[in-house]
């Protein structure tokens, strides 16, 4: 049975000692592998890890145990200026530290996915913890600004969005690790048409090995669905996500204690928030970043980290029933 005590002494603990400390680990030499510009896992002997896919949990455990203790704290605490509702300094620090967090992953991994997918978890719990609306103002002007700032002085970010902005421009399309993929991405689905190609027709390389479709396995997978089964087989995989979505919220919902209720919202809406990331990239919504679409894209890591979220989903879910039966 899930324990919330138990969890909050996880969360705080971890959250506070190890989580930035995972997060960095891509960065140390020796174990620090680089993938397309980004550092997003480690690698020791033949074991690679990414990290960033167990932090996320840890977040939203961290997260929820603290927005627990203070939701109150930052309601009746809050303060009217210009228009928006600011909470106390002393309880709007941990705001300010997963805002720091985020830019930090920007700036030291490179991680532009990562970096929106657990600030928004963030937003989600804290818009449900206080149901202030001005208090996700505030975190994604600060986000937006951030990344504005940060992306304009790093190459790697700034070539995510130059190529997201016109992907078919020849001195972006020539360039090695340019707007080739994106380009190569919505040709495919263009390609898939209504109903698609059929199942293992998606042209992926030439007869002499030369990749046609980049990453189709990892960031790409999505614009291969797209292509073997059309417009009507990608909507159906999107609604199998919002469906699972809709559940997660509804677990949340059902839920008999706040802090069981904030770690569902978090855990749906960073697995949300994931989908929409890789799927908005693919489909040039937003810039392209190297996240996986959950339980499809290959990766050990994605799989173990969706597999343990789903996990605990399930068990506030049997929780709360069993609680309402009793």
């Known amino acids: 049975m899930l324990n919330s005590i138990d969890f909050l002494d996880f969360g705080t603990f971890f959250g506070r000692r190890f989580l930035l400390n995972l997060l960095l680990l891509p960065r140390l030499p020796g ?50 200026f ?21 830019m930090l992953m920007l700036v030291l991994i490179r991680d532009l996915g990562s970096s929106l997918m657990f600030f ?9 913890a206080t149901n202030r609306v001005s208090f996700v103002l505030v975190g994604l002007i600060l986000f937006a600004l951030g990344a504005w ?10 070539d995510r969005v130059e190529t997201w902005l016109d992907p078919f421009r020849t001195t972006l399309y020539n360039k090695p690790g340019g707007s080739y993929q994106i380009a190569q991405s919505l040709f495919a689905q263009a390609d898939g048409g209504l109903i698609g190609t059929g199942f293992g027709q998606a042209l992926l390389s030439l007869p002499n ?3 046609i479709l980049p990453a189709a396995h990892t960031d790409l997978i999505y614009a291969v669905i797209t292509n073997e089964l059309g417009l009507a087989g990608a909507c159906g995989v999107l609604l199998v996500y919002l469906l699972f979505t809709e559940r997660g919220f509804k677990i949340a919902t059902l839920a008999r204690d706040s802090f069981s209720s904030l770690l569902a919202t978090g855990l749906t809406a960073v697995l949300a928030l994931q989908v929409f990331v ?33 996990a605990l989903l399930l068990q506030i879910s049997d929780r709360a029933r069993r609680d309402r039966a009793a």
């Open 31 to 80: 174990i620090g592998a680089q993938v397309n510009g980004a550092y997003l896992g480690i690698k020791i002997g033949p074991v690679t890890f990414q990290p960033a896919e167990l932090a996320k949990i840890c977040l939203v455990i961290f997260v929820a145990s603290y927005l627990r203790d203070t939701r109150q704290v930052l309601v009746l605490g809050a303060r009217r």
């Open 149 to 158: 700032f940060l992306g304009s002085h790093i190459g790697h970010v700034h």
């Open 120 to 128: 928004g978890g963030f937003l989600a719990m804290l818009y449900v």
């Open 209 to 211: 090995g030369t990749p």
């Open 82 to 102: 210009m228009g928006l509702t600011i909470p106390p300094l002393k309880h709007f620090g941990p705001l300010l530290v997963i805002w720091g967090a985020s």
């Open 278 to 310: 890789i799927v908005g990239g693919v489909t040039k919504v937003i810039p392209l970043t190297g996240v996986t679409l959950p339980f499809v894209s290959y990766g050990g890591s994605s799989i173990v980290a969706n597999f343990i979220l789903l």
